[in-house]
């Protein structure tokens, strides 16, 4: 199972730009087109992980090239013809070398990260921001919460650099926040965030393992992107993904640890009529088979990973794990 693998979902970069024509040869990279034909094929070479910023080698190369270069993200095709200085050679020179030869993770590099249009600083106290709730929040989940009955309290449970409480924010605008984090470096880079989207006043966050150390309140949303890499795939990671916090990633022997204890938390954290949504990336056999009665219902997502559950309040009142 790939961590946390998603990329188009969270990515603002970048415009599909093509070359009409074949580009020089490598040794003579001269236009912002050369770097981009020859970045694409390093990247091939060497294997780079793709899924923290893009799916692609093409959109990540480019979006590296553009913030590199202080260009907008959404220039035109015409920017590949631009010649570089030899400054700017230069500084392109060292962050291809830090992503190729050090696998450095592209927003690591950047030190931004984006959902949908909302941009967020990252650094390695951080997971990289990449989530199918950009996708099903606004839709899917918004349709399992009373119709016409106002989102009062909602809660984002291992928030990382924030982002998800703050797409919580702007999707519930009446809405009180909540953002739970157990690293205090990964919740200063969240407190950073949150405050980059003048959202102090709304969103309180709280480190906390899961709801320990939380005040108890009844919330209409419980929402989280867990740790729920199995520990002994771990190893097995790309480079580019063990550049991220371990805690981020590690969801203990089977990657149901934090699940298990924030499904056990929810039970007298909700709203009657509340729920849960979980990602889990490659556990959805694994929930199913360890959480039977909970009767989770898996949403689609527009590439079939569909690995975003919910898990409604009735059902876990009768539980018994």
């Not at 950009?134 to 399992?144: D, G, T």
């Not at 702007?170 to 984090?181: G, T």
């Not at 002994?232 to 805690?247: D, H, I, Q, V, W």
Request: proline content about 6%.
């Amino acid at each position: 199972m790939a961590a946390k693998k998603l990329s188009t979902l969270g990515v603002r970069p970048s415009p599909s730009l093509r070359l009409g024509k074949k580009t020089k040869s490598t040794a003579t990279r001269k236009t912002l087109g050369d770097w981009l034909t020859w970045a694409e094929r390093q990247y091939a070479r060497h294997q780079l992980a793709l899924g923290q910023v893009a799916t692609s080698a093409h959109d990540e190369a480019l979006y590296l090239l553009l913030h590199t270069l202080h260009l907008p993200l959404d220039s035109k095709p015409a920017v590949l013809r631009r010649k570089l200085s030899e400054s700017e050679t230069a500084k392109v020179t060292e962050i291809f070398r830090r992503r190729i030869e050090e696998h450095v993770p592209a927003a690591y590099l950047t030190h931004e990260a984006f959902l949908g249009e909302l941009r967020f600083f990252v650094d390695e106290r951080v997971i990289i921001p990449r989530s199918y709730f950009l996708e099903l929040l606004p839709e899917q989940i918004l349709h399992w919460l009373p119709a016409g009955k106002p989102v009062k309290r909602v809660v984002d449970v291992c928030t990382g650099s924030g982002c998800l409480a703050v797409l919580l924010a702007h999707q519930f605008p009446e809405a009180k926040v909540d953002a739970i984090e157990l690293s205090p470096e990964a919740l200063n880079v969240a407190k950073f965030n949150v405050a980059e989207h003048a959202l102090l006043k709304r969103i309180k966050l709280h480190r906390s393992d899961v709801f320990d150390l939380v005040p108890k309140v009844k919330y209409d949303l419980i929402l989280s992107n867990p740790p729920y890499v199995p520990t002994r795939e771990l190893r097995g990671l790309p480079a580019e993904f063990k550049n991220e916090p371990l805690m981020a990633l590690d969801g203990g022997d089977d990657g149901l640890d934090i699940i298990r204890k924030i499904l056990r938390q929810s039970r007298d954290r909700l709203q009657k009529h509340g729920i849960v949504a979980l990602e889990v990336g490659g556990l959805r056999a694994a929930m199913d088979k360890a959480f039977p009665e909970l009767d989770l219902h898996w949403l689609y997502t527009a590439d079939g990973e569909d690995c975003v559950c919910v898990i409604q309040a009735a059902r876990l009142v009768k539980w018994n794990g």
